[in-house]
């Protein structure tokens, strides 16, 4: 099945609004945002179909118009059944000048049998800030699915003013690869990943508040990449996908609080 959703974002009285949105089944779009005074959007991305299957492409793609701020979430884990060929999902999303956009969706659960691929491409302008996560578990562990798919590609690139800065590249094919082995993820099963851009931000402080909250967290792994702009690279292993997305989510809470005090 082929999905489409576009996200239109336009900026009145100070505010986020949703200017236009086009979705077709499964994705629907629903505005979350409980204090409508806040300047950002929050909207969450729903789907009617119990997760990715054999054959499905998903083409996002989301435009913020000049001042924007878009919080984008989702509702559940993105569940990829099993297949006999792949699937595939775009993600493309423009900015103007001094937008905010954050987007950490939930863990992605590949089972058995799954082939799904992720291209994820960012255009930035001046003055932008970004917060882009993901989490990647090993399948349905609790039903004996460890790192059982057959493979998991998600390639992110990330241009500021047309010039490509960041280029992530996740490829995992457990079949070809000892996953367990070192210099992989030598014995943990999940892991996450967390890009923050922002040319305005000083990151010395917000690393250190960032790297006292993750030392107090438990059975997890982690570390820093200086980003090629201002801004930090943040990797974690770990054991289960719901501790590693709310690590993401607080680590993003200190960004915001942060940028706050920069307002």
């Not at 082929?2 to 236009?20: F, M, N, P, Q, V």
């Not at 629903?30 to 119990?50: C, H, I, Y």
Request: one cysteine or more; hydrophobic letters at 35%; glycine letters at 6%.
């Amino acid at each position: 099945m082929i999905a489409d959703l576009h996200i239109e974002t336009k900026l009145r009285d100070g505010c986020t609004h949703l200017k236009k949105v086009y979705a077709t089944p499964p994705f629907k779009i629903a505005d979350v945002r409980e204090d409508k005074r806040d300047k950002t959007l929050q909207l969450m991305m729903m789907s009617s179909s119990p997760g990715i299957l054999d054959g499905d492409e998903y083409r996002i793609k989301i435009d913020l118009e000049e001042g924007c701020a878009l919080d984008l979430q989702t509702q559940s884990y993105q569940r990829i059944f099993n297949m006999q060929g792949c699937a595939l999902q775009q993600v493309e999303v423009h900015t103007s000048k001094g937008v905010s956009f954050q987007y950490l969706p939930h863990p992605s659960a590949p089972h058995e049998k799954s082939d799904f691929t992720a291209k994820n491409k960012i255009y930035l302008a001046n003055n932008c800030r970004l917060i882009w996560g993901e989490v990647l578990t090993c399948g349905r562990k609790l039903n004996g699915e460890v790192f059982l798919f057959t493979k998991y590609h998600n390639l992110t690139e990330i241009f500021l003013n047309g010039k490509l800065i960041i280029k992530e590249n996740l490829l995992m094919q457990p079949k070809q690869i000892d996953v367990s082995s070192i210099g992989q993820l030598e014995g943990y099963t999940h892991q996450a990943s967390l890009i923050y851009l922002d040319e305005k931000a000083g990151n010395r402080q917000l690393k250190e508040n960032i790297n006292s909250f993750l030392a107090d967290q438990t059975n997890i792994q982690y570390g820093f990449t200086e980003a090629p702009k201002n801004g930090i690279i943040i990797r974690i292993l770990g054991q289960k996908g719901e501790q590693l997305h709310s690590c993401l989510k607080a680590i993003a809470g200190l960004i915001n609080t942060k940028n706050m005090a920069y307002a």
